[in-house]
């Protein structure tokens, strides 16, 4: 590669290629050494990194690390947290958000633990005033009746906080601490039940499920519509059921280095997909083509095909509504769902347009989704559009002039 212009600055290339980002097997080699580098060090360090993270270099040592996964995964691990107190203050969430098999498991335990607790109770209870020992004694005045060990004080725990009510087994009214004890269990079993009752249902009916029949196009295109360069893609629903009050949003995610030298990863910039037009938000019966016009506010506007292949970013899409079975006043706000994909700049095909997948048969629109992903080449310049902007404006100007002159020229003398 030629070497870089004096005075030109170095931009990373990918947001792993900074030095103050850890990386794990750079951090182990730095860790070793206990000399300083000199600046003239850290300037050839910086260059190889640059070198090796290099989109060349790249495709030949690892697979490219995405912000967000196809499926709508996000490839962020939250790690070091020193306060997680703040977790337990909202257990509510804490317990919807883990995974079914340790939601399932302190569901579970919630209810063993009281029950051991209480039934350890009930043999304490009955052991310290002698029903253990007087069992058979029709003269004995028994607190808690026909509990001889701690199995049988653990089967009048579950019997009581469930309700079962066999009946062998029970509090008399004989010790006033057995009918608080009642009592008390019965107000924890009722607050355990509403809590873990709540807390699946709220599991259950979450609307993740309904993002997988979100669909979007695998790549995104650019051409040329009504005159104007567009980055555009497709999305869809294969439900019957469709959203209500559908919007898309898109935000592309680049590394950038200020005029400063200050190195800003993973920086998050808006693209504007009609939210001043209303655009964004969709009645999704059929697949619908966003756009995003090029124009002067567009991070794009710069962009050509060929800078196109040297350019590092991320464009994460962003689809939400409300679950149509679901969309009524009181659970609108618990069913929002969201479906999420992500663009590379390899998967942006330049010059190409989406093919159509509908069709009128029989009095009814008819979509062919087998033909979702199709695109098609058609002719398209390779400028960016800020150079096709001010050639149109060259041309502009130079017909205002050739049509001045050619006036100065008819007009009789």
Known sequence: PAAPEAGARLYPLHPLSVANVPNSSRGKTSARSSTVPTPEGLQGRRCKLLEEDSPVAQAGKRQRQRYVTKVGKCQVNLGNIQDKKRFLSDIFTTIVDLKYRWFLFVFMMCYIVTWVVFGFIYFLDAWVRGDVGHQGDPEWQACIENVDGFVSALLLSVESQRT???????????????????????????????????????????????????????????????????????????????????????????????????????????????????????????????????????PFWDMSAESLRREQFEIIIILEGIVEATGNHCLAAGMTCQARTSYTEDEILWGYRFEPCMSLEKGAFQVDYSRFEMTFEVQTPAASAKELQELKELEQQEHSTLSLYWDHLVQPC
């Open 164 to 298: 079962i009510g066999y009946g062998t087994r029970m509090v008399t009214a004989n010790c006033a601490e057995g009918v608080i004890l009642l009592m008390a269990q019965s107000i924890v079993g009722s607050m355990i039940d509403a809590m873990m009752v709540g807390c699946m249902f709220v599991k259950i009916s979450r609307p993740k499920k309904r993002a997988q029949t979100l669909i979007f196009s695998k790549n995104c295109v650019i051409s040329l519509r009504d005159e104007k360069l567009c980055l555009m893609f497709r999305v869809g629903d294969l439900r019957e059921s469709h959203m209500v009050d559908a919007k898309i949003r898109a935000k592309l995610i680049k590394s950038r280095q200020t005029a400063e030298g200050e190195f800003i990863p993973l920086e998050q910039s808006e693209l504007n997909l009609g939210y001043d037009t209303g655009e964004d938000r969709l009645f999704l019966v059929e697949p619908q083509i966003i756009c995003h016009v090029i124009n002067r506010h567009s």
